[in-house]
């Protein structure tokens, strides 16, 4: 059932969870090889980290724009400058952690390093490009981590839920808001949007919520059961957003 939009007020913009309400989590910024985002929105998002991982090929942006990564994992074979990446190691100490398996892809070792590190969340950067199966094994590899996983999209930040958690982006009026499943079944509430769903069954084969608005200050979205990616629309002014 379509609900009219509530009134629509200017608001701070900040997506948070509630946990980041009570103590700063570590800005931790992992960056793939997808080239679509630009490169001012790389600098802006790796400057404003706390700590920056790359999983392979990702370092040679990194590398080129003058950042240095703490560590790049993968089973280096999509750098395109694994000898610089040595010398740097050597001179800069950054880590290189070259796990060769077929059985995970570059993005899975990166967030299981990042685990292992201690980190909880993380916000993956270079997701969009221009091959589709790297975009959805990305965000499988997201569902199925063992940290939370934030992605900087071009038009905004996605948030990969999975069961039990939750997540309020403050937002304003009219701002494109979606929530997609990634699991079968999965469960999710949205609220603060034009069409809220209210423990919704959701299914990649049957409903998703696709281009809905926010409908005021505050968007909420939880996932009862299953995993789901909720996408939130900024302006890049406005990014990053930690």
């Known amino acids: 059932m379509k609900v009219s939009a509530l009134s629509c007020l200017p608001g701070l913009v900040r997506g948070v969870s509630r946990r980041d309400r009570i103590v700063r989590m570590a800005r931790v910024l992992g960056v793939l090889a997808g080239g679509d985002a630009a ?44 000898s610089r ?53 990305t965000l499988h ?5 063992s940290l939370r996983v934030r992605i900087v999209l071009r038009t905004g930040i996605g948030w990969v839920l999975r069961m039990k958690e939750e997540v309020e982006v403050p937002s304003r009026c009219e701002r494109r808001v979606s929530m997609l499943p990634l699991a079968d079944p999965t469960a999710a509430t949205l609220a603060g949007v034009r069409w809220p769903l209210d423990s ?15 409908s005021g200050e505050l968007v909420s979205a939880s996932v ?13 002014e406005e990014l990053p957003q930690w």
């Open 224 to 236: 009862l059961q299953g995993a789901a990616l909720l996408t939130v629309e900024f302006p890049a």
């Open 39 to 82: 490169d001012a929105a790389l600098l802006a998002w790796a400057r404003s980290a706390d700590e920056v991982y790359a999983a392979d090929g990702g370092a040679d942006r990194l590398v080129r724009l003058g950042l240095m990564p703490a560590a790049v994992v993968g089973d280096l074979d999509s750098t395109s400058m694994l």
């Open 85 to 137: 990446l040595q010398e740097l190691h050597t001179e800069r100490a950054i880590e290189l952690v070259h796990d060769p398996g077929q059985s995970t892809t570059d993005c899975d070792k990166l967030l299981a390093y990042a685990a292992r590190q201690g980190h909880t969340e993380i916000t993956l950067f270079g997701v969009e490009g221009d091959q589709i199966d790297h975009v959805l094994a």
């Open 141 to 145: 590899s997201a569902a199925k981590a």
């Open 200 to 214: 919704a069954k959701l299914s990649p084969t049957g409903l998703s919520s696709i281009s809905n608005r926010a």
